[in-house]
């Protein structure tokens, strides 16, 4: 106890800028106040009148400074929730253990919060250093320092047209190094999620991570599974749809962290074609994350792991199971590996077996079933998923396009598309007239596609 108390002052210590901060002129960090959202802008003007500090913080101004389009705005200031609500017209206040404000302008939420004292040594934490309750206001400098990595504790005024910097992360930032302010393991042991943000960092900036700050991450891999599961699938999700997901997987099997994660994935990439496979469908969901499309986290677990669901799949039929029980017994074993480390989340679990369980269906389809697979809500994405094996080689692409075709015809060209398709499969000319479907439009469709693929 003693130890960590002493090492959690050295690293605050550490974090602490000898001189004060550095304060960088619009030409020093090239930061295009076009680009910047008018609303956060807005807020800080708005706090600034009222006498208080306001800056953009975080992802944004780190995104503003290497050319890449921010996901949100964020705002830090020295004002508290109960000051900042009643200036803004459409203002909540969030959060019970630390409160924060959302400030809303139509679409779009600016998050303000209050400076935050870091971790004072004097803190709850678990056994193993996990901080539980971090909840104390403090200055401009404390937030700067209880931050992750130096390139996430910038600050920008906008109406000065000022980075704020404690840490030299603007330097790190145009060096394209990843580094933990403070003391590396001290920092890992607190939120052991930190380990998964500097890999996605790296791999999204295209940096490096600095040695000391790589260095422990091997070791203390294991702290991981202390972490809560909806914080767990959060992070690993970002780490999945931040635009370089292989080079994140990789990343994360170098140092360990898959064992931890998602120790299937290990096995997937032992297998012969498994690395191919799950490559394919990340550099899928990385083209759509690029172009800014969504991506549906349930697509992407289910591709993640298919290979295996396939592997015990195969297995199971040739031990002579019926192919949709053998199918449906796959998937459910698959799921439950998983979920000892990684619990996806419920509704995405079902979502996974539906998109699995179309596959068998798609193979082995009648005219009766053709329609009912139709009506399925996770058609569309099942269909996608389907395109992405016959990308892969494992089913016919022929058959994966004739499926693709049907989801994007209307109506009466599906009902020509399966006579035709029934004639080639039982010799008779014309479909019997009972099993057509005049099927009224449904308005979900198409609207679907948008977020089925990854
Ligand atoms: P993204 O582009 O993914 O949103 P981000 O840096 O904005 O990246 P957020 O999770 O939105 O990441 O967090 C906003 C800011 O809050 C970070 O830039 C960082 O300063 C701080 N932060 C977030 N998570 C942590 C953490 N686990 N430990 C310390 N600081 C954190
Ligand atoms: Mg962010």
Same mark, same amino acid.
């Given at each position: 106890m003693l130890k960590q108390t002493i090492k959690n002052f050295v690293s605050r210590l550490l974090a602490a800028p000898p001189n004060g901060p550095e304060r960088l002129a619009r030409d020093k960090h #090239? !930061?295009? &106040? &076009? *680009? /910047?959202?008018r609303h956060a802008i807005k807020v800080c003007e708005v706090l600034n009148q009222h006498g208080f500090d306001a800056y953009i913080v975080g992802g944004a101004v780190r995104d503003l400074i290497v050319g890449l389009a921010p996901k949100d705005f964020d705002v830090a200031t020295n004002a508290t929730p109960a000051q900042i &609500? @009643? =200036?803004?017209?459409r203002a909540r206040i969030i959060g019970r253990r630390f409160q924060l404000v959302h400030v809303v302008f139509g679409q779009e939420v600016i998050e303000t919060s209050t400076f935050r004292a870091p971790s004072s040594g004097n803190q709850e934490t678990d056994e193993?250093? &996990? !901080? =539980?309750r971090d909840n104390e206001f403090g200055t401009h400098e404390e937030d700067a320092a209880r931050r992750d990595f130096t390139i996430n504790a910038l600050y920008y005024d906008p109406i000065k047209e000022e980075v704020i910097d404690f840490h030299q992360g603007v330097a790190d930032l145009k060096n394209r190094v990843v580094r933990m302010i403070g003391d590396p393991e001290t920092r890992y042991r607190e939120d052991p999620v930190r380990m998964l943000r500097a890999l996605r960092f790296a791999a999204k900036l295209g940096a490096r991570i600095d040695p000391p700050t790589e260095q422990p991450i091997t070791r203390l891999a #294991? *702290? !991981?599974?202390? /972490? @809560?599961a909806s914080r767990l699938f959060d992070e690993t999700l970002k780490l999945l749809t931040c635009g370089h997901a292989m080079d994140c997987l990789r990343q994360l099997r170098r140092s360990g962290l898959t064992q931890n994660l998602m120790p299937l994935i290990d096995r997937i990439f032992e297998e012969q074609g498994g690395e191919d496979f799950v490559e394919i469908a990340l550099s899928r969901t990385d083209a759509r994350v690029r172009s800014g499309k969504p991506v549906s986290p349930s697509f992407l677990f289910a591709a993640l792991l298919w290979r295996l669901v396939h592997q015990r799949w195969q297995a199971l039929a040739n031990d002579g199971l019926q192919r949709t029980e053998a199918l449906i017994q796959a998937a459910d074993s698959v799921i439950d590996d998983q979920t000892h480390k990684l619990a996806i989340q419920r509704r995405y679990q079902s979502d996974m077996r539906e998109i699995w369980l179309m596959q068998a269906r798609f193979e082995r389809a009648t005219v009766r079933s053709i329609w009912r697979l139709l009506d399925q809500p996770r058609f569309r994405a099942a269909v996608d998923f389907l395109q992405l094996r016959a990308e892969a080689r494992e089913v016919d692409s022929v058959l994966a396009q004739w499926w693709m075709d049907l989801a994007n015809s209307s109506e009466d060209r599906r009902n020509q598309m399966i006579d035709t398709w029934q004639a080639g499969h039982t010799g008779a000319r014309n479909a019997p007239a009972w099993r057509r479907r005049k099927r009224r439009p449904r308005a979900a469709e198409g609207a679907g596609q948008s977020e089925s693929q990854a």
């Open positions: #090239g !930061i295009d &106040r &076009r *680009l /910047v959202s &609500r @009643p =200036l803004f017209r193993h250093g &996990r !901080i =539980l #294991g *702290l !991981i599974e202390h /972490v @809560p």
